[in-house]
Protein backbone atom coordinates (compact mmCIF):
# COMPACT_ATOMS: atom_id res chain seq x y z
CA UNK A 1 0.00 0.00 0.00
CA UNK A 2 1.30 3.35 -0.81
CA UNK A 3 2.86 5.42 1.75
CA UNK A 4 1.86 9.45 2.05
CA UNK A 5 4.70 11.82 3.26
CA UNK A 6 3.76 13.98 6.07
CA UNK A 7 5.66 17.10 4.25
CA UNK A 8 4.82 18.75 0.55
CA UNK A 9 7.36 20.82 -1.50
CA UNK A 10 4.81 22.33 -2.86
CA UNK A 11 0.72 22.47 -2.78
CA UNK A 12 -1.73 23.06 -5.65
CA UNK A 13 -5.73 23.65 -6.27
CA UNK A 14 -6.71 22.40 -9.29
CA UNK A 15 -10.23 23.64 -10.62
CA UNK A 16 -11.53 21.25 -13.32
CA UNK A 17 -13.11 21.07 -16.63
CA UNK A 18 -13.50 19.63 -20.05
CA UNK A 19 -11.21 21.45 -21.65
CA UNK A 20 -9.04 23.19 -19.73
CA UNK A 21 -7.96 23.13 -15.98
CA UNK A 22 -7.47 26.10 -13.70
CA UNK A 23 -4.29 25.71 -11.54
CA UNK A 24 -3.29 27.98 -8.22
CA UNK A 25 -0.07 26.92 -6.87
CA UNK A 26 2.28 27.58 -4.05
CA UNK A 27 5.40 26.35 -2.61
CA UNK A 28 6.53 25.87 0.43
CA UNK A 29 9.34 27.78 0.17
CA UNK A 30 7.52 30.73 -0.62
CA UNK A 31 4.46 32.56 -0.09
CA UNK A 32 3.63 33.85 -3.57
CA UNK A 33 1.02 32.22 -5.33
CA UNK A 34 0.96 30.82 -8.80
CA UNK A 35 -1.56 30.76 -11.55
CA UNK A 36 -1.50 28.74 -14.85
CA UNK A 37 -4.08 27.10 -17.24
CA UNK A 38 -3.01 23.99 -19.14
CA UNK A 39 -5.30 22.16 -21.66
CA UNK A 40 -7.35 19.05 -21.03
CA UNK A 41 -5.60 16.56 -23.09
CA UNK A 42 -3.10 14.03 -22.33
CA UNK A 43 -0.15 15.63 -24.02
CA UNK A 44 -0.83 19.05 -22.09
CA UNK A 45 -1.60 17.19 -18.45
CA UNK A 46 1.68 14.83 -19.11
CA UNK A 47 3.90 18.31 -19.88
CA UNK A 48 2.85 19.84 -16.83
CA UNK A 49 3.27 17.17 -14.39
CA UNK A 50 6.45 16.22 -15.77
CA UNK A 51 7.57 20.23 -15.12
CA UNK A 52 6.64 19.85 -11.54
CA UNK A 53 8.59 16.56 -11.35
CA UNK A 54 11.61 18.43 -12.63
CA UNK A 55 11.14 21.70 -10.83
CA UNK A 56 10.87 20.27 -7.03
CA UNK A 57 13.25 17.51 -7.94
CA UNK A 58 10.52 15.04 -7.27
CA UNK A 59 9.67 15.79 -4.47
CA UNK A 60 5.57 15.10 -2.83
CA UNK A 61 3.54 17.41 -3.93
CA UNK A 62 -0.44 17.97 -3.04
CA UNK A 63 -3.05 18.58 -4.64
CA UNK A 64 -6.87 19.35 -3.76
CA UNK A 65 -9.95 18.88 -6.46
CA UNK A 66 -12.98 18.29 -6.19
CA UNK A 67 -13.00 14.60 -7.95
CA UNK A 68 -12.46 11.65 -7.04
CA UNK A 69 -12.61 10.18 -10.40
CA UNK A 70 -12.06 10.79 -13.85
CA UNK A 71 -10.24 11.26 -16.91
CA UNK A 72 -7.61 14.32 -14.58
CA UNK A 73 -7.51 12.10 -11.43
CA UNK A 74 -6.93 9.09 -13.75
CA UNK A 75 -4.17 10.55 -15.64
CA UNK A 76 -2.12 12.30 -12.13
CA UNK A 77 -2.57 8.85 -10.46
CA UNK A 78 0.09 7.48 -12.37
CA UNK A 79 2.65 9.93 -10.94
CA UNK A 80 4.15 8.92 -7.50
CA UNK A 81 5.30 11.96 -6.42
CA UNK A 82 1.35 13.60 -7.19
CA UNK A 83 -0.43 13.34 -3.60
CA UNK A 84 -4.61 13.76 -4.90
CA UNK A 85 -6.75 15.12 -1.68
CA UNK A 86 -10.60 15.69 -3.15
CA UNK A 87 -12.76 17.86 -1.36
CA UNK A 88 -16.46 16.85 -1.54
CA UNK A 89 -18.22 19.35 -3.30
CA UNK A 90 -20.74 20.36 -1.19
CA UNK A 91 -17.69 21.37 1.15
CA UNK A 92 -16.12 23.75 -1.27
CA UNK A 93 -19.37 25.88 -2.19
CA UNK A 94 -19.76 26.36 1.63
CA UNK A 95 -16.73 27.35 2.30
CA UNK A 96 -17.03 29.52 -0.81
CA UNK A 97 -19.97 30.96 0.79
CA UNK A 98 -18.22 31.85 3.06
CA UNK A 99 -16.11 34.17 1.06
CA UNK A 100 -18.58 35.13 -1.47
CA UNK A 101 -21.85 36.04 -0.40
CA UNK A 102 -23.06 37.38 -3.49
CA UNK A 103 -22.64 33.26 -4.79
CA UNK A 104 -20.09 34.23 -7.83
CA UNK A 105 -17.53 31.70 -8.70
CA UNK A 106 -14.71 31.69 -10.98
CA UNK A 107 -12.37 29.07 -11.89
CA UNK A 108 -9.26 30.94 -10.72
CA UNK A 109 -10.60 31.76 -7.19
CA UNK A 110 -12.05 28.37 -7.29
CA UNK A 111 -8.25 26.84 -7.97
CA UNK A 112 -7.47 29.35 -4.95
CA UNK A 113 -9.72 28.10 -2.48
CA UNK A 114 -9.30 24.31 -2.65
CA UNK A 115 -5.78 25.26 -2.04
CA UNK A 116 -6.95 27.55 0.63
CA UNK A 117 -8.73 24.91 2.13
CA UNK A 118 -6.18 22.19 1.54
CA UNK A 119 -3.26 24.60 3.63
CA UNK A 120 -6.16 25.21 6.27
CA UNK A 121 -8.30 21.51 6.89
CA UNK A 122 -5.64 19.33 5.75
CA UNK A 123 -6.29 16.95 8.47
CA UNK A 124 -10.08 17.18 7.37
CA UNK A 125 -9.15 15.53 3.84
CA UNK A 126 -8.27 12.03 2.68
CA UNK A 127 -5.76 11.54 0.02
CA UNK A 128 -6.93 9.61 -2.45
CA UNK A 129 -6.07 5.72 -2.13
CA UNK A 130 -6.91 3.94 -5.70
CA UNK A 131 -8.23 0.28 -4.26
CA UNK A 132 -6.60 -3.27 -6.12
CA UNK A 133 -6.98 -2.80 -9.99
CA UNK A 134 -9.52 -6.46 -9.45
CA UNK A 135 -11.93 -4.29 -6.94
CA UNK A 136 -11.91 -1.17 -8.87
CA UNK A 137 -13.02 -3.29 -12.51
CA UNK A 138 -15.91 -4.91 -10.13
CA UNK A 139 -16.65 -1.53 -8.65
CA UNK A 140 -16.46 0.22 -12.01
CA UNK A 141 -19.03 -2.70 -13.65
CA UNK A 142 -21.19 -2.26 -10.93
CA UNK A 143 -21.78 1.52 -11.44
CA UNK A 144 -22.10 1.07 -15.61
CA UNK A 145 -24.86 -1.58 -15.06
CA UNK A 146 -26.66 0.78 -12.50
CA UNK A 147 -26.71 3.22 -15.47
CA UNK A 148 -27.41 0.57 -17.61
CA UNK A 149 -30.65 -0.85 -15.59
CA UNK A 150 -32.05 2.80 -15.13
CA UNK A 151 -31.92 3.04 -19.11
CA UNK A 152 -34.19 0.20 -18.95
CA UNK A 153 -36.59 1.67 -16.48
CA UNK A 154 -36.85 4.55 -19.20
CA UNK A 155 -37.12 2.62 -22.07
CA UNK A 156 -40.18 0.21 -20.16
CA UNK A 157 -41.90 3.30 -19.47
CA UNK A 158 -41.70 4.30 -22.96
CA UNK A 159 -42.93 1.30 -24.11
CA UNK A 160 -45.41 1.06 -21.29
CA UNK A 161 -47.04 4.69 -22.51
CA UNK A 162 -46.97 4.12 -26.22
CA UNK A 163 -48.58 0.49 -25.45
CA UNK A 164 -51.59 2.25 -23.85
CA UNK A 165 -52.33 4.34 -26.17
CA UNK A 166 -53.05 2.06 -29.49
CA UNK A 167 -52.34 -2.11 -27.91
CA UNK A 168 -52.75 -2.24 -23.99
CA UNK A 169 -53.79 -5.81 -23.68
CA UNK A 170 -49.91 -6.87 -24.78
CA UNK A 171 -48.64 -5.18 -21.11
CA UNK A 172 -52.17 -7.34 -19.34
CA UNK A 173 -51.02 -10.46 -21.18
CA UNK A 174 -47.41 -10.58 -19.03
CA UNK A 175 -46.45 -10.33 -15.83
CA UNK A 176 -42.94 -8.30 -16.97
CA UNK A 177 -41.69 -6.76 -19.77
CA UNK A 178 -38.21 -6.40 -19.15
CA UNK A 179 -38.35 -9.81 -20.58
CA UNK A 180 -37.00 -11.91 -24.06
CA UNK A 181 -40.64 -13.06 -24.34
CA UNK A 182 -41.88 -9.48 -24.57
CA UNK A 183 -39.79 -8.27 -26.89
CA UNK A 184 -39.82 -10.96 -29.08
CA UNK A 185 -43.48 -11.43 -29.18
CA UNK A 186 -43.72 -6.89 -29.75
CA UNK A 187 -41.18 -7.78 -32.53
CA UNK A 188 -43.07 -10.40 -34.10
CA UNK A 189 -46.61 -9.27 -33.50
CA UNK A 190 -46.51 -4.98 -32.81
CA UNK A 191 -50.13 -4.29 -33.52
CA UNK A 192 -53.12 -6.10 -32.03
CA UNK A 193 -54.45 -6.46 -35.37
CA UNK A 194 -51.32 -8.96 -36.96
CA UNK A 195 -51.51 -11.00 -33.68
CA UNK A 196 -55.51 -11.84 -33.88
CA UNK A 197 -54.52 -13.11 -37.65
CA UNK A 198 -51.68 -15.38 -35.94
CA UNK A 199 -53.04 -19.17 -35.74
CA UNK A 200 -53.29 -20.54 -32.24
CA UNK A 201 -50.46 -23.52 -33.07
CA UNK A 202 -48.23 -20.60 -34.15
CA UNK A 203 -48.56 -18.54 -30.95
CA UNK A 204 -48.21 -22.09 -28.73
CA UNK A 205 -44.68 -22.85 -30.51
CA UNK A 206 -43.99 -18.90 -29.82
CA UNK A 207 -44.65 -19.27 -26.19
CA UNK A 208 -42.90 -23.33 -26.11
CA UNK A 209 -40.12 -21.97 -27.22
CA UNK A 210 -39.52 -18.97 -24.95
CA UNK A 211 -40.26 -21.62 -22.00
CA UNK A 212 -43.32 -21.34 -21.48
CA UNK A 213 -44.56 -24.49 -21.43
CA UNK A 214 -48.18 -24.65 -19.03
CA UNK A 215 -51.01 -25.57 -21.20
CA UNK A 216 -53.16 -23.43 -19.20
CA UNK A 217 -51.14 -19.98 -19.37
CA UNK A 218 -50.48 -20.87 -22.94
CA UNK A 219 -54.74 -21.26 -23.63
CA UNK A 220 -55.36 -18.57 -21.17
CA UNK A 221 -53.19 -16.29 -23.27
CA UNK A 222 -54.59 -17.68 -26.72
CA UNK A 223 -57.81 -17.25 -25.87
CA UNK A 224 -57.57 -13.70 -24.46
CA UNK A 225 -55.75 -12.65 -27.71
CA UNK A 226 -58.59 -14.01 -29.90
CA UNK A 227 -61.01 -12.41 -27.74
CA UNK A 228 -59.55 -8.75 -27.50
CA UNK A 229 -61.05 -5.68 -28.68
CA UNK A 230 -59.12 -2.78 -30.37
CA UNK A 231 -58.68 0.46 -28.70
CA UNK A 232 -58.41 2.16 -32.05
CA UNK A 233 -58.60 1.32 -35.93
CA UNK A 234 -56.84 4.91 -36.42
CA UNK A 235 -53.91 4.30 -38.60
CA UNK A 236 -52.97 7.86 -37.90
CA UNK A 237 -52.60 6.43 -34.31
CA UNK A 238 -51.67 3.02 -34.49
CA UNK A 239 -48.62 3.43 -37.05
CA UNK A 240 -46.44 6.05 -35.53
CA UNK A 241 -46.69 4.37 -32.10
CA UNK A 242 -46.04 0.66 -33.49
CA UNK A 243 -43.02 2.22 -35.42
CA UNK A 244 -41.81 3.61 -32.00
CA UNK A 245 -42.58 0.36 -30.14
CA UNK A 246 -40.13 -1.52 -32.42
CA UNK A 247 -37.32 0.55 -32.18
CA UNK A 248 -38.25 1.07 -28.15
CA UNK A 249 -38.33 -2.86 -27.83
CA UNK A 250 -35.34 -3.41 -29.99
CA UNK A 251 -32.98 -1.29 -28.03
CA UNK A 252 -34.61 -3.28 -24.77
CA UNK A 253 -33.93 -6.45 -26.14
CA UNK A 254 -30.08 -5.63 -26.66
CA UNK A 255 -30.26 -3.76 -22.96
CA UNK A 256 -31.23 -7.02 -21.63
CA UNK A 257 -27.79 -8.86 -23.18
CA UNK A 258 -26.25 -6.33 -22.26
CA UNK A 259 -27.11 -6.31 -18.84
CA UNK A 260 -26.95 -10.36 -18.77
CA UNK A 261 -23.69 -9.97 -19.71
CA UNK A 262 -22.51 -7.45 -17.27
CA UNK A 263 -23.93 -10.02 -14.42
CA UNK A 264 -22.09 -13.09 -15.62
CA UNK A 265 -18.66 -10.83 -15.85
CA UNK A 266 -19.20 -9.57 -12.23
CA UNK A 267 -20.01 -13.24 -10.73
CA UNK A 268 -16.79 -14.36 -12.48
CA UNK A 269 -14.41 -11.36 -11.36
CA UNK A 270 -16.28 -11.68 -8.06
CA UNK A 271 -15.28 -15.66 -7.65
CA UNK A 272 -11.77 -14.94 -9.01
CA UNK A 273 -11.51 -11.71 -5.87
CA UNK A 274 -9.27 -12.12 -3.18
CA UNK A 275 -11.67 -11.41 -0.79
CA UNK A 276 -14.31 -13.47 -2.32
CA UNK A 277 -14.36 -15.85 0.67
CA UNK A 278 -15.24 -12.88 3.17
CA UNK A 279 -18.24 -11.76 1.44
CA UNK A 280 -19.44 -15.12 0.03
CA UNK A 281 -19.92 -16.44 3.24
CA UNK A 282 -22.24 -13.86 4.63
CA UNK A 283 -26.19 -15.25 5.01
CA UNK A 284 -28.03 -14.40 1.80
CA UNK A 285 -24.83 -12.27 0.19
CA UNK A 286 -24.97 -14.71 -2.57
CA UNK A 287 -24.05 -13.67 -6.57
CA UNK A 288 -26.23 -10.20 -6.24
CA UNK A 289 -24.90 -8.58 -2.74
CA UNK A 290 -21.75 -10.69 -2.44
CA UNK A 291 -19.86 -8.69 -4.57
CA UNK A 292 -22.14 -5.19 -4.00
CA UNK A 293 -20.81 -5.21 -0.50
CA UNK A 294 -17.33 -6.01 -1.61
CA UNK A 295 -17.19 -3.22 -3.43
CA UNK A 296 -18.67 -1.35 -0.40
CA UNK A 297 -15.49 -2.20 1.61
CA UNK A 298 -13.06 -2.44 -0.69
CA UNK A 299 -9.35 -4.57 -0.31
CA UNK A 300 -7.69 -1.70 1.12
CA UNK A 301 -7.60 -2.41 4.96
CA UNK A 302 -6.32 1.52 6.06
CA UNK A 303 -9.81 2.98 4.06
CA UNK A 304 -11.67 2.96 7.07
CA UNK A 305 -10.58 2.85 10.72
CA UNK A 306 -13.69 1.82 12.49
CA UNK A 307 -16.80 0.53 11.64
CA UNK A 308 -18.59 3.95 12.69
CA UNK A 309 -16.87 5.52 9.30
CA UNK A 310 -18.76 2.76 6.92
CA UNK A 311 -21.99 3.51 9.10
CA UNK A 312 -21.72 7.22 8.19
CA UNK A 313 -20.07 7.27 4.82
CA UNK A 314 -23.36 4.60 4.01
CA UNK A 315 -26.03 7.07 5.59
CA UNK A 316 -26.86 4.12 7.44
CA UNK A 317 -26.26 5.79 10.95
CA UNK A 318 -28.50 8.71 11.43
CA UNK A 319 -27.47 12.24 12.19
CA UNK A 320 -27.76 13.92 15.34
CA UNK A 321 -28.21 17.16 15.87
CA UNK A 322 -28.00 19.66 19.15
CA UNK A 323 -29.20 23.01 20.17
CA UNK A 324 -29.51 24.43 23.36
CA UNK A 325 -31.86 21.97 25.12
CA UNK A 326 -33.02 20.33 22.43
CA UNK A 327 -31.83 17.07 20.40
CA UNK A 328 -33.04 14.90 17.76
CA UNK A 329 -31.85 12.48 14.94
CA UNK A 330 -32.96 12.37 11.39
CA UNK A 331 -32.51 10.42 8.17
CA UNK A 332 -28.69 11.33 6.84
CA UNK A 333 -29.54 13.37 3.69
CA UNK A 334 -25.97 13.49 2.23
CA UNK A 335 -24.74 9.71 1.46
CA UNK A 336 -24.42 7.69 -1.54
CA UNK A 337 -27.40 6.28 -2.14
CA UNK A 338 -26.53 3.24 -3.91
CA UNK A 339 -24.31 2.28 -1.08
CA UNK A 340 -27.07 2.92 1.62
CA UNK A 341 -29.16 0.47 -0.86
CA UNK A 342 -26.91 -2.23 -1.12
CA UNK A 343 -26.24 -2.77 2.79
CA UNK A 344 -30.35 -2.43 4.03
CA UNK A 345 -32.00 -4.17 1.00
CA UNK A 346 -28.70 -7.41 2.18
CA UNK A 347 -30.04 -6.67 5.76
CA UNK A 348 -33.99 -7.07 4.68
CA UNK A 349 -32.29 -10.61 2.56
CA UNK A 350 -30.33 -11.70 5.65
CA UNK A 351 -33.74 -12.19 7.86
CA UNK A 352 -34.42 -14.93 5.86
CA UNK A 353 -30.93 -16.74 6.10
CA UNK A 354 -29.29 -16.02 9.66
CA UNK A 355 -31.40 -16.85 13.21
CA UNK A 356 -29.82 -13.55 14.80
CA UNK A 357 -31.12 -11.49 12.36
CA UNK A 358 -34.61 -12.86 12.44
CA UNK A 359 -34.72 -12.83 16.08
CA UNK A 360 -33.32 -9.14 16.16
CA UNK A 361 -35.66 -8.02 13.28
CA UNK A 362 -38.23 -9.59 15.04
CA UNK A 363 -37.95 -8.03 18.28
CA UNK A 364 -37.46 -5.07 17.01
CA UNK A 365 -41.15 -5.26 15.00
CA UNK A 366 -42.44 -5.68 18.48
CA UNK A 367 -41.41 -2.73 19.91
CA UNK A 368 -43.50 -0.77 17.46
CA UNK A 369 -40.51 -0.18 15.12
CA UNK A 370 -41.37 0.52 11.92
CA UNK A 371 -39.99 -2.04 9.18
CA UNK A 372 -37.86 0.37 7.15
CA UNK A 373 -36.51 1.76 10.54
CA UNK A 374 -36.03 -2.12 11.57
CA UNK A 375 -33.78 -2.87 8.68
CA UNK A 376 -31.53 0.38 9.49
CA UNK A 377 -30.77 -1.15 12.69
CA UNK A 378 -30.30 -4.38 11.57
CA UNK A 379 -27.95 -3.03 8.76
CA UNK A 380 -26.12 -0.79 11.38
CA UNK A 381 -25.17 -4.19 13.66
CA UNK A 382 -24.44 -6.23 9.95
CA UNK A 383 -21.84 -3.68 9.01
CA UNK A 384 -19.89 -4.05 12.71
CA UNK A 385 -19.75 -7.57 11.97
CA UNK A 386 -18.63 -6.88 8.59
CA UNK A 387 -16.04 -4.43 9.58
CA UNK A 388 -14.26 -7.72 11.91
CA UNK A 389 -14.32 -9.83 9.06
CA UNK A 390 -12.72 -7.53 6.54
CA UNK A 391 -10.62 -6.41 8.65
CA UNK A 392 -8.98 -9.54 9.83
CA UNK A 393 -9.67 -11.24 6.93
CA UNK A 394 -11.29 -14.50 7.86
CA UNK A 395 -14.95 -15.37 6.64
CA UNK A 396 -18.29 -15.00 8.57
CA UNK A 397 -19.04 -17.98 10.76
CA UNK A 398 -22.64 -17.54 12.00
CA UNK A 399 -22.10 -20.19 14.74
CA UNK A 400 -18.86 -18.73 16.65
CA UNK A 401 -20.95 -15.32 16.38
CA UNK A 402 -24.16 -17.00 18.19
CA UNK A 403 -21.91 -18.34 20.66
CA UNK A 404 -19.71 -15.11 21.38
CA UNK A 405 -23.38 -13.36 21.68
CA UNK A 406 -24.50 -16.12 24.30
CA UNK A 407 -21.13 -15.43 26.16
CA UNK A 408 -21.71 -11.72 26.08
CA UNK A 409 -25.33 -11.53 27.42
CA UNK A 410 -24.03 -14.38 30.45
CA UNK A 411 -21.49 -11.87 31.50
CA UNK A 412 -24.02 -9.35 31.48
CA UNK A 413 -26.58 -11.07 33.32
Excluded at 54 to 80: D, H, M, S, T
Excluded at 90 to 117: C, I, M, N, V, W
Aim: charged share 25%; proline share 6%.
Amino acid sequence: MKQFPSHFVAHIGLDWSDRKHDICLIASDSDKFEYDVINHSPESIEEWALALQKRFNNQPIAICLELKAGPVVYALLKYNFIVLFPIPPKALAKYREAFTQSGAKDDPSDAFLQLDYLLKHKSALKPLMPDSEETRIVQRLFEDRRVLVDDKVRLTNRITAALKSYYPQALQWFDDIDTKIFCDFIEQWPTLKQVKRARPLTLSKFFKAHRCVRPAVIEMRIEAIKSAMPLTEDDGVIMPFQRLVRALTLQLSQLLITIHEYDLDIAQRFRKHADYEIFESLPGAGPVFGPRLLVAFGTNRKRFDSPDEVNRLSGVAPVLKRSGKSAWVHWRYSCPTFLRQTFVEWANQSIRYSFWAKEFYDEKRAMGKSHQATLRALAFKWIRIIFSCWKNKTPYDESAYLFALKRRKAMEN
